[in-house]
Each structure stands twice: as C-alpha cells, then as structure tokens.
C-alpha cells in the first residue's frame, strides 16, 4: 500500500527547528512554600534528586511526551498526533525553518485556547523556545507526493498518516519528510532519536491571542510583531 509512496529518499544532513513551550525569565517553583530561602533550596534539591536525568532532553523529550502541547515523561499518557496513534512509539517533529513551526504551533495552541478560554476577551500570551538540532539520516521523501496523496495534509483525519507512521517505523524508516499541512513549508517527523544530536538554541518567541478575535500575532522581541496568523486558516 505504501511501497510506491514511499520510494523517495533523501540523504539529510542538516538543521531542523524544534519549537517548544517554555518561559523567558525563570520562575522560582518553590517560593510559595516557604520565604526562608534555605527551605526552598532543601525543595530544589529533593526535586532534582528523584527527577530522572536525560543526557540531551531538548532532543529527547519528544520521544518521551506525546504531543506538541502537553509533555510528559510517562509513554502511557501519549496523545495521537500525525504519524503515531500513540499506541507503540514517539515521533520527534521538526521543520526545515522557523516559520513552519510557527504555524504548526499556533494551531495546536489555539485549539488549547478554544478548548480553555473560549469566549473570554482578553489577550493571552504564550511563549515558545526554539532550538536547532541536527539530523543526520536516510530519510523517506514526501516532498511533492501530497498531489497525488492528499492524505498527507488532511486536516481533519490522521487515519492516513498514523497508518503511514506505523508502516514506516516496522520497516525501520529513521523518519520522513512531509509537506506542512498548516503552510506551504516542509516538517521531518524522526522515529530514530539516534539520528539526532547537537541541539543549539535558535530564539525565543512569544505569541499572543485573544480567544475572540481570529488573529495570532507572533514576536521575537517583546513588542515588534514578526507574524500576524490567522488561526481560521490552519484548520
């Protein structure tokens, strides 16, 4: 079924973006407990000591949470996202450039929105981190093959693409390159994590949304809009 679609490779050494949810300035987690700074110090310490350490988590959280939005280091709370139903396997997503992933995060942010804070008019901000990683690895091409599968960049249904996933992770694929289902840009969704490696940070962005109105605007700096998104148009 999916021999012919698949018979394209690309052999990939580059950069892909990683765009992920974080905050700009750090955030004291403890200071509610206690205003003695030695008991949130003794906090601090406790948290790291039974937190599980992983040598490179910026490449490797992806493997361990299961969607874009929502994180975690427990397999069973995976989410289903386009090429993984969540059932067997983690897929790492990354772009060949920053403005692809901000369209796809938009879109899944603003469906948290819709599902939070609908109907509330009032801004809401968001902010995001951004990360170089390398790749290096055979890849399956799917640049251009949406004309003639447009279940590729279905919005509606994953049912093509997670059979797609499956199919390619028991065939041992390292992952794929696809058509963004949100802009005309291109997503590599990795099923290998040792394909990845050298994670570099990029920048940080914020973005902001009223639920009310259809429009996202996206900043590098605090104030000075990069994109205005209409989030109508992702889905």
């Not at 750090?26 to 906090?43: E, K, V, Y």
């Amino acid at each position: 079924m999916f021999g012919e679609l698949c018979a394209a490779n690309a052999d990939f050494h580059d950069d892909l973006v990683r765009n992920i949810k974080t905050i700009r300035r750090s955030q004291d987690l403890f200071d509610d407990l206690s205003g003695d700074p030695r008991d949130r110090a003794t906090a601090v310490a406790a948290e790291a000591r039974d937190r599980q350490p992983t040598a490179a988590p910026a490449v490797t959280r992806p493997f361990d949470y299961g969607t874009v939005i929502s994180y975690s280091f427990d397999a069973a709370v995976w989410q289903a996202t386009r090429f993984s139903s969540a059932r067997r396997f983690g897929v790492w997503y990354g772009s060949l450039d920053a403005k692809t992933t901000v369209y796809e995060t938009v879109f899944h942010w603003h469906r948290f929105l819709m599902d939070s804070y609908a109907g509330e008019d009032r801004l809401i901000t968001g902010e995001r981190k951004l990360f170089d990683v390398r790749c290096d690895g055979l890849l399956i091409d799917l640049r251009g093959k949406e004309r003639a599968a447009p279940q590729l960049v279905n919005r509606r249904s994953y049912a093509f693409t997670q059979s797609l996933g499956d199919y390619l992770y028991d065939q041992g694929a390292n992952g794929l390159l696809v058509k963004s289902a949100r802009c005309d840009g291109v997503n590599a969704a990795i099923l290998r994590a040792e394909r990845l490696s050298r994670v570099r940070d990029k920048m940080m962005l914020t973005y902001r949304c009223n639920p009310t109105a259809d429009v996202c605007t996206v900043e590098h700096a605090r104030g000075r809009t990069w994109l205005r998104i209409r989030p109508s148009t992702l889905y």
